[in-house]
């Protein structure tokens, strides 16, 4: 203790000393996610270029003194910037806490979940296939910021980097965007939540890779910046993350750096069966089992319906989100592979910032109920049991909402 104390102290004397070189400690960019309990706890990431720890000031809304928390200090792939992270823990919930990643730096704050829903909502942004072009990235979030979600989540495909070190700068700029523009006008910052899709990984799909092997060291060569940048949903790429006890995202890897059958679809099984009582349980992945645009026959497409969508009717799910198609798209309630009122609505289809493509036609397609060629994302609200969401395009357009009859019984 005496020698951090003392480290701390000489620190301080330097920074005073030259001031102009503390200012190259404020970070190139910011990411906030979780890793547990949203409701008590707060994952943050800022990168800079110090291989040296650093601190995190943090205090409660409303409260004088800040707290300093040191940051582990981990690889930035194929950079020498480094990734400074704090998992912050024992918050209390529905409370705003503020931080600032450089001491007298920039004021920003991040709010904990709600304990249960029973007084509340809860609003959260989703989507997928974020960045085509970084202009369009930035559009689509300054509506989602403008709508103040609790956080967002966004179904694979981020950067586009596919896994390569000749596409940083794809990854500098979806994280200055998200630094930027993911921010709402009174600095809070936006947790965002992410999953693996094609444009992810070495070659889009593990069975591309001559010698795959289904272990940590393969996935993190195959998704480099994925498993380097993002803490969820981490290793082995699927996961789930659990508010209290009322709401269960679960992450899905559709064949990009894990297969769907075997492992993960057994794992599944489990984290429903062990959530049986959660009111709601949302699974977001990339590859869709319901295509608005691409074929529906197609291998990992038939994979997900015939893996995953019966452990989704079996196991209450009413909504599960889908991406990779870049248009938007809601099915009819599907059960048993067919337009059932008791069964699972899919919305996508991962048009956040790229460009759209032509769609099936709507009527022609069984369980498209809308499909449209846009940018757009969906802001989901949950309340109590109840869930509704409208879908809203890059010039903040609403496109589509559920219930469309406002008098109708929520789902």
């Known amino acids: 203790m005496k020698i951090k104390t003392t480290y701390h102290l000489l620190l301080i004397g330097f920074i005073f000393a030259i001031p102009e070189l503390f200012a190259q400690n404020s970070p190139h960019a910011f990411y906030l996610t979780w890793t547990e309990d949203p409701t008590s706890s707060m994952d943050v990431d800022w990168h800079t270029d110090s291989s040296e720890p650093l601190n995190l000031y943090l205090r409660r809304k409303g409260t004088a003194d800040w707290r300093s928390l040191v940051s582990a200090v981990l690889p930035y792939p194929f950079s020498e910037r480094h990734v ?33 829903l029973n007084k509340g909502s809860l609003k959260i942004a989703i989507g997928g296939d974020s960045m085509h072009q970084k202009e369009w990235f930035e559009k689509t979030n300054g509506v989602v910021a403008s709508y103040e979600p609790d956080f967002i989540i966004i179904g694979g495909d981020m950067a586009y980097e596919n896994g390569s070190a000749d596409n940083i700068q794809r990854i500098y700029d979806w994280f200055d965007a998200y630094a930027t523009t993911l921010v ?152 048993d592979m067919a337009i059932d009122q008791s069964g699972v609505i899919y919305v996508g289809d991962g048009s956040w910032g790229v460009g759209p493509r032509d769609i099936h036609d709507v009527e022609e397609t069984w369980y498209l109920k809308k499909a449209q060629s846009v940018r757009a994302f969906t802001l989901l609200t949950l309340e109590g049991s109840h869930f509704s969401f409208i879908s809203i395009d890059e010039d903040g357009n609403i496109i589509d909402s559920f219930p469309e009859n406002p008098l109708a019984p929520l789902q």
């Open 84 to 116: 400074h992270r704090v998992a912050v823990r024992g918050l209390r919930p529905d409370t705003a806490y503020e931080l600032r990643f450089v001491e007298n730096g920039t004021v920003y704050y991040f709010k904990t979940m709600p304990e249960d």
């Open 184 to 335: 709402t006008d009174d600095n809070r910052i936006l947790p965002c939540i992410v999953a693996a899709g094609n444009h992810e990984v070495v070659g889009g799909y593990y069975r591309n890779q001559d010698g795959y092997k289904q272990n940590d060291d393969f996935r993190r060569r195959l998704a480099p910046y994925f498993y380097g940048l993002f803490s969820f949903p981490g290793q082995p790429g699927y996961n789930v993350l659990d508010f209290g006890k009322y709401l269960s995202l679960i992450i899905l890897d559709s064949e990009h750096s894990n297969p769907i059958k075997g492992d993960q679809t057994k794992w599944l099984n489990k984290t429903f069966k062990d959530r049986k009582d959660v009111l709601h349980k949302i699974p977001i992945y990339h590859v869709p089992g319901f295509p608005s645009v691409r074929n529906y026959d197609d291998m990992v497409q038939t994979l997900v319906r015939e893996e995953w969508t019966p452990l989704f009717e079996k196991n209450g799910v009413k909504i599960a989100f889908e991406n990779h198609d870049h248009a938007y798209k809601r099915t009819y309630p599907i059960k």
